[in-house]
């Protein structure tokens, strides 16, 4: 531990000293106004750096030098993008110790965990390198007395907005497919997590992305960020972030009839039916909710059990939540770290109120801890005895904490499991195959994991549905939005 922190404090020295700037058409600059804001580590709640305060000029400057690099890099060859991509994951890879430590100190996230994402990071610009030259591929159709032949062409210059949980591997995994594509990019990295945008940006250019083509505005969200979804050349914006940031950025983007492709909060049910293999079940039900400190879109907050095993399985949970390691982010053994900044914090434990006074029940936790540091720790929290209509049971608190619910019968699962306004993720646990095809074919979700934790397959579509997203994420699916569709007919 103290290895590690001694060397993370050795690369946050130069965020400390010079602050985190903008990158804009290859130059590192401050925000034009001179302006800057500060981030804090949840760790200790004390400033990390000052940030460059970007706003409107510093948006137009972004999105002018994105809009002058656009007619070189689409026309880029596709084997040259895919060697330069590989060249930024080669990057990622070479410095990836500073990413997860620099990461872990700026968001809380235990280390062990960052680590994978800085990996991950890298997986997914060799991912989309690889696609590169295959990018503008299209079909013939034929039809009597016709041919017509499609491809695609990238966009144009295109604004990338990121939430602050996991931002590193958030961010390449909009990034990547952009460049892929052949767009340029404009990004607005969350401001409560800024240092590991600007490792990124620095590694893409190191590695011979050119001038513009990747420009980074640090800000808030209702200056750079939007500015940004306002900017007449900026072709379409991709977001993750909150449902009501979606919304207002569907508004603010109208003007210029922006593309949008968004993904957004969950309310995301595991639904555990006696059937199943309780004890995966339960390995996944922990790791789902407190892993990632319980601030992740995919975290399964809801956990529904069939009645006859509801005080059984989660009484096991329960003191499974009991003995998780809460921590410093840097600690090897810290499975849950301090959340990311203390608004955060605020709200979090808000919800605990929030669940005690509808009547549900703390099996686990239900309390602020005093950590290291005395940065922004809650302990790891079930509520049992909960209803499908309490809030605990309907709003996203995306925090380490999981609201436990009984069902009686397939049916009322489902019902439960449907009832919320998010659809990103389900997970469900059965040994019914033939169950667990109707319920994937009911739940409203964009995801379904059937007797596994959340794991993927970069090729498979990534999305949610209902207020949890538009578009899909992943192999031709990101294409189709980084890109422009057009048909050639050939007539007799
Ligand atoms: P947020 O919506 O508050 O902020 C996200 C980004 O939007 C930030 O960069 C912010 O500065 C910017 N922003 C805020 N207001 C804006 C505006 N008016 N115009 C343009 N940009 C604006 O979200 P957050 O609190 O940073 O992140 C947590 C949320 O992200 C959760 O709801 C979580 O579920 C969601 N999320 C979803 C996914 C997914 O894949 N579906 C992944 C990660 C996080």
């Known amino acids: ?274 059937d199943a293999d309780l004890d995966r079940a339960v390995d996944a039900v922990v790791l789902m909710i407190y892993s990632l400190n319980g601030e992740r879109c995919t975290s399964s907050s809801r956990l529904l059990v069939e009645a006859s095993i509801y005080d059984e399985f989660t009484a096991r949970v329960a003191e499974r939540a009991g003995r998780i390691k809460v921590g410093h982010p840097l600690d090897p053994d810290t499975e849950v770290g301090p959340l990311i900044h203390p608004t955060h914090e605020v709200k979090v434990l808000s919800y605990l109120d929030i669940g005690r006074a509808e009547g549900a029940v703390v099996a686990a936790g239900g309390h602020a801890v005093a950590g290291p540091g005395g940065g922004c720790y809650v302990a790891p929290t079930l509520f049992t005895g909960a209803h499908a209509q309490m809030r605990i049971a309907q709003e996203e608190i995306f925090g380490p904490v999981l609201t436990a619910i009984p069902f009686a019968d397939e049916a009322e699962a489902l019902a439960i499991a449907n009832d919320v306004r998010y659809g990103l993720a389900a997970y469900l646990w059965t040994s019914d195959l033939t169950r667990a095809l109707r319920f994937s074919d009911a739940v409203e979700a964009g995801m379904v994991w059937v007797n596994a934790e959340n794991c993927r397959h970069l090729p498979s579509p990534f999305g949610g549905a209902k207020d949890s997203g538009i578009g899909r994420d992943g192999g031709e699916w990101s294409f189709d939005f980084y890109m422009e569709t057009r048909n050639v007919c050939f007539a007799t």
């Not at 400057?61 to 084997?79: E, I, L, S, V």
């Not at 972030?241 to 207002?248: A, I, K, P, W, Y």
Request: proline share 6%.
């Open 1 to 274: 531990f103290a290895a590690n922190l001694a060397r993370a404090n050795g690369f946050l020295e130069r965020f400390r000293q010079n602050g985190v700037l903008n990158q804009i058409g290859g130059r590192a600059v401050p925000a034009a106004s001179g302006l800057t804001f500060e981030t804090l580590s949840p760790v200790d709640r004390a400033p990390l750096a000052q940030v460059a305060r970007g706003a409107a000029a510093d948006v137009d400057a972004a999105a002018r030098a994105a809009k002058a690099a656009f007619a070189d890099w689409a026309a880029t060859p596709g084997t040259e993008r895919r060697r330069i991509l590989h060249r930024i994951a080669d990057g990622i890879t070479a410095r990836a110790d500073e990413i997860a430590l620099v990461e872990s100190m700026d968001t809380g996230q235990p280390l062990r965990f960052m680590a994978k994402a800085a990996q991950r990071g890298a997986e997914n610009f060799r991912y989309f390198a690889d696609r590169a030259p295959y990018a503008c591929d299209g079909q013939s159709l034929r039809a009597p007395g016709q041919v017509n032949v499609t491809s695609r062409s990238p966009l144009g210059p295109v604004g990338i907005i990121t939430p602050w949980n996991t931002p590193f591997m958030l961010s390449t995994w909009k990034i990547a497919p952009a460049l892929a594509a052949g767009c340029t990019v404009v990004h607005k990295p969350a401001e409560f997590s800024p240092l590991s945008a600007r490792l990124l940006v620095e590694i893409a250019e190191e590695a011979g992305l050119p001038a513009g083509v990747w420009n980074l505005v640090n800000g808030l969200g209702e200056e750079a960020g939007r500015t940004l979804t306002e900017h007449p050349l900026i072709r379409a914006v991709g977001f993750v972030g909150e449902s009501r940031t979606g919304s207002l950025i569907m508004a603010q983007g109208a003007a210029t009839l922006k593309r949008v492709h968004f993904e957004l909060g969950g309310k995301n049910p595991v639904v555990v039916f006696a």
